[in-house]
């Protein structure tokens, strides 16, 4: 028998992603540090993914007037945030991970990714 589909929603209800993205932020605010320096302002939050209802992303948000992001550091950002909310899911990433559709960043207002 199939599982009936869980929303948006409720996979950000039940998992807590809400309150996961603002321990993401605080376990790489380092890395950020190091790639953008001190004068950045950073969110990390969970969203609707735009390309599936049911589906969520996770978005990091930067404003950064001084900085630029090489796609390298871009495709590094994507790849920690992953690796921080597999982590802090820990045996729910499996079930989680069914419905996620990866790290969207967006820098000073552009989505580039």
């Given at each position: ?8 929603e ?35 939050f ?38 921080r ?29």
């Open positions: 028998m199939k599982e009936p589909a869980i929303s948006y409720e996979i950000v209800d039940k998992y807590l992603i809400d309150d996961i993205c603002p321990e993401i932020d605080n376990e790489l605010n380092g890395m950020f540090v190091d790639i953008l320096g001190d004068d950045f302002e950073l969110g990390i969970s969203e609707q993914s735009p390309n599936n209802e049911d589906f969520f992303v996770v978005t990091v948000e930067i404003s950064c007037d001084d900085a630029t992001l090489s796609s390298e550091e871009i495709k590094q950002i994507q790849s920690l945030v992953e690796e909310l597999a982590h802090n899911l820990g045996k729910d990433w499996k079930a989680v991970q069914k419905k996620f559709d990866g790290v969207q960043v967006i820098f000073n207002e552009d989505i580039v990714s």
